[in-house]
């Protein structure tokens, strides 16, 4: 039963004391006033510094950007750009000016000067538009000098922060995030998945999700375009929320929301999506005009479709809110107040990092207070369960500011992070989140990544990809639907969840996607970008991108007699179902990063076989050659092949899941962290929660027409939107949406029930009508 009962609610916030500009009085949890230099608030050049600016090399001047090279956002923004920057002074801007850039390694690398979109140069003259130098003397710079944006290469970054592996780094660099400074850095080996090495399992060295710092996928230098996209959306704040930002503390905080927030996915804030370890700094580097070139830039390749999204509309989102921003993002902090079980790495204010031992029950007790909102704002609190063990509990202990976290173990689950964010959001945002991360020990632990050497790991325990078998483009037709079910295999037997791509068409009924094509849709190819987690570690995703294909001159499409085995593994193919061909080729190879080119092709039958002597994940690929210019088409889907047979098939289980927590059968205590407390909805309105069936076993599960109903002494208020499957395969999920729209005021009760064969599961709902 879950212990979570009460919605997360708290009044917090505070309002700066009327000051000095330079000396605004904030609840920041480090600083009680402003500290650190403001450039939009003082001017003054600070001479004989600790930096250098190219080509010196110590003791420079630091000053503002000369006038003429200083950058505005134009309001004449001509058709096909996405914003132009100017020289103009715009009174309704931020602008580029006041934003201070560091580097913590000399010119080995440098923020970019200039940001594409595919069509060609959007915004040039960055380098010179901002403050940047070489800091020598870090961290101990930070408040003399104001800086916002730090870059560093490779050592003693990624994995060595979070990991508090390296002395003198992670505490202090909280600060420098509570005093308006991002610290940005590549992942370099810390994450990596850019060989056929790492097709099945990449190595992820991380012990927690550190929110307050930005890690890129990549080596030395691959991580300074988020600098550049980060400074074009700042100019584009007002002048006034700038300053207040900067002066609060609150800048680099307001810059990570930005992106996050802003990330073209479809998922809500809260999501592993928007989250991550690191992030691709450009969007898709293959579309970037000349290239973005960096040291390591396709660590991430061998899973590359999850790193890339729309690098164009991140930046239009991003521009965008910075424009809209009035109300700035609330802050959450986070206090260890007590513990049972594990080892404190370290407890931060915006992260906690435990390491949990089999066996272990790890139990914390955690405090909200502290958490603030620029104008005072009433905060209103949510705990979400980015991913790991769906047994994880979060309790609020009565009316207090306290609660408490429990995180048993489950032996079934590989090493790995269990991370909870707390979401703090103001009645207009949600903010940059707290994040406390329980990591499961079931083998020695990463190395510090001290040298460019010290990353060797062993992945044995580390989580297992899962793998979307037969998964390929799928022919439409206008005014009709089309409906894959995906069959992703997890290594360890988890159900996979999925996502795609904002402005991709159609929707996820768990692992199903429909897409109700319209009548009028043109014809060509409409891309889906499948992304598969199945929700233990944050790591190792499955991502593919396939076409749904309308009326195209070829099609080609594969069947094969089975898409798994242990080897050697004989596969029987066909090219049934291509259309528009006169001839056929087949290539198979292992599955390899990147975007690769078609291999040689082994045979020119529509139909053929091919045996897979050794383990591995393989592609197979179909080349489909009409008549004309541009008469061809391909298609490949994966073949998994394994060492061992299988393991016995399990029955079917269903688990109920809320908010990614699981729901125990049976459970009486709703609450808002499991989604089971809908909160507070005015009459008249509505509140709606979608829960998650999965089928935990890998026998098929059938439910009964209408599974889901609605009973108990307020029925009434409740109401089933949107029904489950009859059918989830093995591994699979359905989802069951449910509406609650009050009728009158006060606190009203449900139970939902599902029935599976003989079977009935129930867990209580509640909401209060205002």
């Known amino acids: 039963m879950h212990r979570f009962r009460l919605a997360a609610v708290l009044g917090a916030g505070a309002l700066f004391a009327a000051a000095e500009p330079e000396k605004k009085t904030s609840v920041n949890p480090y600083y009680p006033a402003t500290e650190w230099r403001v450039w939009r608030a003082d001017e003054t050049p600070i001479e004989k510094a600790r930096a250098a600016v190219p080509p010196e090399t110590d003791g420079s001047t630091i000053r503002l950007p000369d006038p003429g090279k200083r950058l505005w956002p134009s309001d004449a923004v001509p058709p096909g750009k996405l914003f132009v920057l100017t020289s103009t002074p715009n009174p309704k801007y931020a602008g580029t000016w006041d934003d201070v850039y560091g580097s913590w390694s000399g010119t080995h690398g440098w923020v970019r000067d200039e940001w594409k979109s595919p069509l060609g140069t959007e915004a040039k003259g960055i380098k010179g538009a901002i403050v940047a130098f070489v800091d020598n003397a870090p961290v101990e710079n930070h408040l003399k000098l104001g800086i916002n944006f730090y870059h560093q290469s490779t050592t003693g970054m990624g994995h060595s922060i979070t990991n508090d592996s390296l002395p003198g780094k992670t505490a202090p660099y909280e600060k420098i995030y509570f005093s308006s400074g991002l610290i940005t850095s590549p992942c370099h080996l810390s994450l990596v998945e850019e060989t056929g090495a790492q097709a099945e399992v990449a190595t992820d060295l991380y012990l927690a999700y550190m929110p307050t710092i930005f890690n890129s996928v990549g080596s030395s230098d691959s991580e300074t375009m988020a600098i550049t996209k980060l400074v074009i959306a700042g100019a584009h704040l007002s002048p006034a929320m700038k300053l207040r930002l900067k002066q609060s503390g609150l800048y680099a905080s307001a810059m990570l929301w930005l992106w996050k927030s802003s990330l073209p996915v479809d998922a809500p804030f809260d999501s592993e999506m928007r989250h991550r370890v690191a992030y691709a700094a450009v969007g898709d580097r293959f579309a970037f005009p000349g290239g973005y070139g960096a040291a390591g830039i396709s660590r991430g390749d061998m899973c590359l479709e999850f790193h890339e999204y729309d690098d164009t509309e991140h930046m239009k989102r991003m521009i965008e809110a910075a424009k809209g921003l009035t109300v700035a993002p609330p802050e959450a902090l986070v206090t260890l107040v007590e513990q049972t079980g594990g080892k404190t790495v370290y407890a931060l204010r915006k992260t906690i990092c435990v390491l949990q031992e089999p066996g272990q029950e790890v139990v914390l007790k955690v405090s909200t207070e502290g958490s603030w909102d620029l104008d005072a704002r009433a905060l209103a609190f949510r705990w979400k369960l980015l991913y790991g063990n769906a047994r994880t509990t979060v309790e609020r202990d009565g009316d207090t500011a306290t609660w408490t976290i429990r995180v048993p173990w489950d032996d079934a689950l590989p090493e790995g992070r269990t991370t909870v964010l707390l979401v703090a959001n103001n009645g207009v945002h949600d903010g940059n989140p707290a994040a406390v991360n329980i990591y499961r020990k079931r083998g020695p632990l990463p190395p510090h990544g001290g040298g460019y050497d010290d990353y060797k790991y062993d992945t044995q325990f580390t989580n297992r990809r899962p793998i979307a078998i037969g998964l390929q483009d799928e022919l439409a037709k206008p005014g009709g639907t089309v409906t894959i079910p995906i069959r992703a295999v997890d290594p360890e037997g988890f159900p996979v969840r999925f996502w795609k791509r904002a402005g991709e068409p159609g929707e996820f009924d768990g692992n199903v996607f429909t897409w109700k094509v319209p009548k009028n849709v043109p014809a060509g190819d409409h891309w889906v970008t499948v992304i598969g987690s199945d929700g233990t570690s944050g790591n190792n995703y499955e991502a593919r991108r396939i076409r749904i294909r309308v009326a195209p001159k070829v099609h080609a499409h594969i069947e094969a007699d089975r898409y798994e085995g242990k080897a050697p593994l004989t596969v029987k193919f066909s090219a049934q179902g291509s259309a528009g061909g006169t001839k056929v080729e087949w290539a198979f190879g292992p599955r390899e990063p990147g975007r690769p080119a078609m291999p040689k092709a082994e045979a020119t039958t529509p139909a053929t076989v091919k045996v897979f002597d050794k383990p591995g994940i393989y592609e197979a690929w179909l080349k489909v050659i009409g008549q004309g210019k541009d008469a061809e088409a391909t298609a490949r889907v994966t073949i998994r092949v394994t060492a061992a047979d299988p393991p ?99 606190e009203k009760r449900a139970t939902v029930e599902v029935k599976v064969g003989a079977k009935t599961m129930t867990f209580a709902v509640r909401g209060t009508g205002e």
């Open 648 to 746: 016995a098939a399990r029955p079917a289980r269903l688990v109920l899941l809320g908010n990614g927590a699981e729901i125990a059968d049976g459970d009486a205590s709703p609450s808002t962290y499991d989604h089971t407390d809908f909160g507070t909805a005015k009459l008249k309105g509505a509140a709606e929660r979608t829960f998650v069936l999965a089928n935990a076993g890998d026998a098929k599960l059938t439910l009964v027409r209408g599974a889901a109903t609605i009973t108990g002494p307020d029925a009434a208020d409740f109401s089933i939107v949107a029904h489950p499957r009859e059918l989830i395969e093995g591994t699979a999920s359905t989802r069951v949406t449910v509406k609650f729209a009050p009728k009158a005021a006060g």
